[in-house]
């Protein structure tokens, strides 16, 4: 209960789905082809209208706010700090994949930022030893099988996703650390919403100007982020 209800708080305030700045920049460039099953393209309209001006008037000018304090660079050590923490959530899902190769550079990654990377603020994985990032989730992992994405859904405060992303949410927090601790009630709720809360603001402030290429992009919004968004996870999926 005390996980639900934190999570609960968090999204209240923060909206913004995607964290990645890798992402967001794919996500505003890419341009889908394929027609989306969407039966609930009432509700996902009005949705994507309420996330925008709780974005625009709550999110945006936070961490507009917080990025003229936090210089840049520490704005990016953060960044792959949490990246760094949630190492369970991309091994587990790269092996379930049978992606062997990709878990082994996971996981020498996640050594090698966690000592030589101080805690995961820096990453000498990358610039020292090349060795890239695989991001998986348990979203990607069921649409490898052949699980299909389902009709699109706009989650309040979240964003964009299917049914299949949304139902994977639950088996990811399961492999995050931070949401780990709180359910063993290791930290209160007050301190998990602050861990969050550092968290999305951070992420949102590296990504202001790729939304905003988004919206200027988009003749109309939603169906704009519908598309871009399920072609984007295809493309996740068949990599």
């Not at 709780?54 to 840049?72: D, F, I």
């Not at 959530?89 to 049978?98: A, C, D, E, F, V």
């Not at 878990?103 to 990453?123: A, K, M, Q």
């Not at 990811?172 to 301190?191: F, M, N, Q």
């Amino acid at each position: 209960m005390k996980l639900i209800y934190g999570l609960l708080v968090v999204s209240i305030f923060f909206n913004l789905g995607t964290c990645s700045a890798d992402e967001l920049d794919e996500f505003s460039d890419e341009m889908a082809v394929e027609e989306v099953y969407d039966p609930l393209s009432g509700y996902n309209r009005a949705m994507t209208s309420f996330n925008d001006v709780l974005y625009e008037n709550v999110m945006k000018p936070v961490a507009s706010g917080y990025a003229n304090v936090v210089h840049t660079e520490i704005r990016e050590s953060i960044s792959k700090f949490f990246h760094n923490l949630y190492f369970p959530m991309r091994l587990t899902n790269n092996l379930l994949q049978g992606k062997f190769k990709n878990s082994l550079e996971e996981s020498e990654r996640f050594v090698l930022n966690s000592t030589v990377g101080i805690l995961g603020f820096f990453d000498p994985a990358k610039s020292k030893f090349e060795i890239d990032k695989h991001n998986e989730d348990f979203g990607q992992t069921l649409g490898f099988y052949g699980v299909g994405a389902g009709p699109h859904v706009v989650l309040p405060l979240f964003g964009p996703s299917n049914v299949r992303d949304t139902i994977s949410m639950i088996p990811d927090s399961l492999l995050s650390p931070i949401d780990y601790v709180a359910r063993k009630d290791d930290i209160t709720i007050l301190e998990y919403v602050a861990i969050k809360t550092v968290e999305k603001v951070n992420c949102t402030s590296q990504n202001i100007e790729k939304y905003e290429k988004l919206k200027a992009d988009a003749i109309d919004l939603y169906p704009y982020q519908r598309d871009v968004y399920e072609q984007y996870r295809q493309e996740q999926i068949e990599e």
